[in-house]
């Protein structure tokens, strides 16, 4: 049970939402009609590939253990240890340690789900295959991709190495979401800013919660009039969606908070406490704020294994249609974001879905 200080009904109307929905393009559609291949060797065949065993992945390989039969599935996932990173947010704010989002992969592979660990290299869809580390070719049937994001802290000057100070986290990385704790506990006086970058990102509500959760941690402490809170987006609006960016607007008033827009991290000083941000409608302009805790939303893209893939549009991202995330030119092919899904895709429901930069 979370404590009662984060029990805030108004943020939580307006962030939530089902996020583990499932891949409409396949609940909706029969098997029949699309693209196929010819049966291989069990071993290297299987009539459900699903590339990535996060949270989209996991999910999916389970929904299509009960169409085709658990021995019929795979799931592509190199990692020995699988994070559920939803719970990350409440990790930054002090409601949950990290190590209740670990489990070992194989404790949540679906039973009877083939897990092969191991990474993807290359796609080959003309002949319905991929091939992984060390050259070995998996054929299938009907292939989902569910990689997910990257994070890209490298893009940001000063970054990762700045986290090795103190006052900075971001939630993002497993690597870095306690330093965000530490940081919100830390807090003494002075600017607390949290970011949003100029990419598509996976949760576009992620960077503002923990934003209000830290609003109402300070609240409870009495530290609250000692912080100057600032939330500085590359966007033009707070949120994408009107209905939702209403509520938020509401609540950022009635808060106190500090909203700067087209304004985008390009560079921390961590040894001197300082961000330095981009104007977006002044390209090459900056502005130096000094902090006294900084959450990082780092840059995000495709995963490298998606760039000029001939999967991949020409940004990097699965060519699919943005309505079944069914794929434009190779119809057993599916995108699945799971919680994940990039903020450039027009397609809202609330938490996890799409912003659109205006």
């Known amino acids: 049970m979370l404590p009662t200080y984060w029990k805030m009904s108004p943020v939580g109307a307006a962030l939530s939402c089902s996020c583990l929905r499932p891949l409409a393009a396949i609940q909706k559609k029969s098997f029949l009609g699309l693209h196929t291949a010819a049966r291989c060797a069990a071993k290297d065949y299987y009539e459900v590939l699903v590339l990535g065993g996060g949270s989209g992945g996991i999910a999916m390989s389970a929904r299509m253990k009960r169409k085709v039969g658990a021995g019929n599935v795979a ?26 989002s670990a489990r070992p992969t194989e404790r949540v592979m679906p039973e009877g789900v083939e897990w092969i660990k191991s990474r993807v290299t290359a ?9 992984l580390e060390n050259d070995v070719k998996i054929s299938y049937k009907y292939l989902i991709i569910a990689l997910g994001i990257s ?3 490298e893009k940001i000057k000063g970054l990762p190495e700045g986290f ?15 330093k965000t704790w530490k940081a919100l506990q830390d807090f003494k006086e002075g600017n607390a800013i949290f970011t949003f970058p100029n990419t598509p990102v996976k949760c576009a509500g ?18 609250r009039p000692k912080a100057n809170i600032m939330f500085n987006t590359s966007l033009g609006v707070i949120f994408g969606v009107k209905k939702y960016a209403d509520a938020l607007l509401k609540i950022i008033e009635e808060r106190n908070i500090a909203v700067n827009y087209k304004c985008n991290l390009v560079e921390v000083r961590a040894d001197k406490q300082e961000a330095v941000f981009e104007n977006l409608d002044k390209p090459g302009e900056t502005e130096v704020h000094e902090y006294e805790m ?7 893209g495709p995963p490298d294994v998606l760039i000029n893939s001939p999967v991949s549009d020409e940004i990097g991202w699965v060519d699919v249609n943005k309505e079944t995330l069914q794929h434009k030119k190779y119809p057993n092919i599916f995108w699945y974001w799971g919680l994940h899904q990039p903020s450039n895709i027009k397609n809202c429901c609330g938490c996890s879905c799409p912003i659109w930069s205006a």
């Open 123 to 131: 796609f080959d869809p003309d002949k319905n295959c991929v091939r």
């Open 164 to 178: 090795h100070h103190p006052k900075i986290g971001s939630n993002y990385s497993v690597h870095t979401v306690e």
């Open 206 to 223: 992620a960077p503002q919660k923990i934003m209000y959760l830290s609003e109402a941690y300070w609240r409870k402490t009495g530290k």
């Open 151 to 153: 994070l890209h802290y």
């Open 294 to 300: 900084l959450h990082v939303t780092p840059p995000m």
């Open 75 to 100: 799931v592509v996932e190199p990692s020995k240890t699988h994070y559920y990173q939803p719970l990350w947010t409440l990790v930054g704010a002090g409601a949950k340690h990290v190590s209740a």
